[in-house]
């Protein structure tokens, strides 16, 4: 792989973590990431209707109280962070 090759590659990965969040970088630890996947999990489940309307069917709920039940989730969808081990 020429320098060129690795300078672009590099740039583009750059601007993928930019401008998506979900995508990570070096210094995210294991929580962070494990939170981006479940806050997008639950952003899904909200935007697509029919998976609402099956997921509130399998747990016998309105389709409107399993929206907010996922809107809820979204604020702390893997419990509260843990503590630091330097602060």
């Known amino acids: 792989m020429q ?3 690795r300078l672009t590659i590099d ?5 993928l973590q930019a401008e998506y969040v979900g995508t990570g ?14 806050r997008d999990s639950y ?3 909200i935007g697509h209707y029919p998976l609402l309307s099956c ?3 399998a747990e016998n709920e309105s389709v409107g109280w399993e929206r907010y039940n996922f ?7 893997c419990g509260r962070p ?6």
């Open 71 to 77: 809107m809820q989730k979204v604020l702390l969808p």
């Open 25 to 38: 970088h070096a210094d995210l630890n294991r929580f962070g990431w494990a939170v981006n996947i479940q």
């Open 82 to 87: 843990p503590e630091r081990e330097g602060d």
């Open 3 to 5: 320098a060129i090759d």
């Open 55 to 57: 997921f509130a069917s």
């Open 43 to 45: 952003a899904s489940y």
């Open 11 to 15: 740039s583009q990965l750059e601007h």
